[in-house]
Antibody, heavy 121, light 108 residues
Framework: QVRLQESGPGLVKPAQTLSLTCTVS??????????WSWIRQPPGKGLEWIGY???????YYNPSLKSRITILEDTSKNQFSLELSSVTAADTAIYYC?????????????WGQGTMVTVSS | DIQMTQSPSSLSASVGDRVTITCRAS??????LNWYQQKPGKAPKLLIH???SLHSGVPSRFSGSGSETDFTLTISNLQPEDFATYYC??????????FGPGTKLEIK
């Protein structure tokens, strides 16, 4: 059973870079069958897809965030990460990592529990 | 970008009721429509993928239908644990996944 767990600082200062890691257990991120996404949810609001990484470091990013995002993978640790630069208060949100695949028409079938990140000085 | 809308934004219902939530896409997405349930303080859970395919372990009282631009999620015989917020999501455009704004289902 695949499990995802987000980790990283809960507080980031404005203009700095937010860095989060998603650790995958129970399955390999380099299997090629799955895509690995980041999704966020501002407090009390809806869900926003951020971007994903796929086998061999292929990445796709939300165009509205593309200039500030980097998603990387570390296959040796079975982890993938998110970096979001030049953060503002608008980036305050719960950040989720999630898995999807063409087997379920790219539905997000496994989610991490989420980690709250607050942008504040 | 493909925009997703949902109606209603909230609704009240009683245990045992049958409810329907509607999701509309701004352009045709074939059957690339997924439904999620989210409870307070929890991550979303996948209910239905490909418009009508029940995800593993999801009770059969949940069902989905639709294609192209108009989709529905129906919950029959509402149970206390079904009161939550429901989101639709299109996966037609793999370059930009988008979610609907959500429908909050509350107990009457």
């Amino acid at each position: 059973q695949v499990r995802l767990q987000e980790s990283g600082p809960g507080l980031v200062k404005p203009a700095q870079t937010l860095s989060l890691t998603c650790t995958v257990s129970g399955g390999s991120i380099s299997s090629g069958d799955y895509y690995w996404s980041w999704i966020r949810q501002p407090p009390g609001k809806g869900l926003e897809w951020i971007g994903y990484i796929y086998y061999s470091d292929s990445t796709y990013y939300n165009p509205s965030l593309k200039s500030r995002i980097t998603i990387l993978e570390d296959t040796s640790k079975n982890q993938f990460s998110l970096e979001l630069s030049s953060v503002t208060a608008a980036d305050t949100a719960i950040y989720y990592c999630a898995r999807h695949s063409s087997l379920t028409t790219d539905a997000f079938d496994v989610w991490g529990q989420g980690t709250m990140v607050t942008v504040s000085s | 970008d493909i925009q997703m809308t949902q109606s209603p934004s909230s609704l009240s219902a009683s245990v045992g009721d049958r409810v329907t939530i509607t999701c509309r896409a701004s352009q045709s997405i074939s059957s690339y429509l997924n439904w999620y349930q989210q409870k307070p303080g929890k991550a979303p859970k996948l209910l239905i993928h490909a418009a009508s395919s029940l995800h593993s372990g999801v009770p059969s009282r949940f069902s989905g239908s639709g294609s192209e631009t108009d989709f529905t999620l129906t919950i029959s015989n509402l149970q206390p644990e079904d009161f939550a917020t429901y989101y639709c999501q299109q996966s037609y455009s793999s370059l930009m996944y988008t979610f609907g704004p959500g429908t909050k289902l509350e107990i009457k």
